[in-house]
C-alpha cells in the first residue's frame, strides 16, 4: 500500500523558513518524479514544485529563489525547503506522485504564515 506523509508544517513568520517532509512508503521515489502541491481556502489546488527521478527541479514562477525540493532516495523521502515566506504562502501542502494507474497524495500539512 502507497502512504505519503507530510510533516514540518506549522505558524511562521513573514520572512521566515519552514522545511517539510514528504515520507513516502509502498514504492520506491527513486524512480518518480514526485511533486508539491498547495492549497490556499477559496482557491484551487496548485503546484509548487517538482524533482524529477533524475534530479531536475522545476519551479512555478512565484517559489523560485524561495523554495527548493530535494530527495534521499535512501530515505524514501521528499522535502521542500520555504525561505522568505510571504502571508500568500499559507496553504495545505501536500507531496504527490504517479504510479500507473494511480495519482497518489498525502493528508497534506498545513502551512500559515503570519504578517
Known amino acids: 500500500q502507497v502512504q505519503l506523509v507530510e510533516s514540518g508544517g506549522g505558524l511562521v513568520q513573514a520572512g521566515g523558513s519552514l522545511r517539510l517532509s514528504c515520507a513516502v512508503t509502498g514504492i520506491a521515489i527513486s524512480f518518480r518524479a514526485m511533486r508539491w502541491y498547495r492549497q490556499a481556502p477559496g482557491k484551487q489546488r496548485e503546484l509548487v514544485a517538482q524533482?524529477?527521478?533524475?534530479?531536475?527541479?522545476d519551479y512555478a514562477d512565484s517559489m523560485k529563489g524561495r523554495f527548493t525540493v530535494s530527495r534521499d532516495n535512501a530515505k524514501n523521502i521528499v522535502y521542500l525547503q520555504m525561505d522568505s515566506l510571504k502571508p500568500e504562502d499559507t496553504a495545505v501542502y501536500y507531496c504527490?506522485?504517479?504510479?500507473?494507474?494511480?495519482?497518489?497524495w498525502g493528508q497534506g500539512t498545513q502551512v500559515t504564515v503570519s504578517s
Open positions: 524533482i524529477t527521478s533524475d534530479g531536475n527541479e
Open positions: 504527490n506522485t504517479y504510479q500507473y494507474p494511480n495519482y497518489y
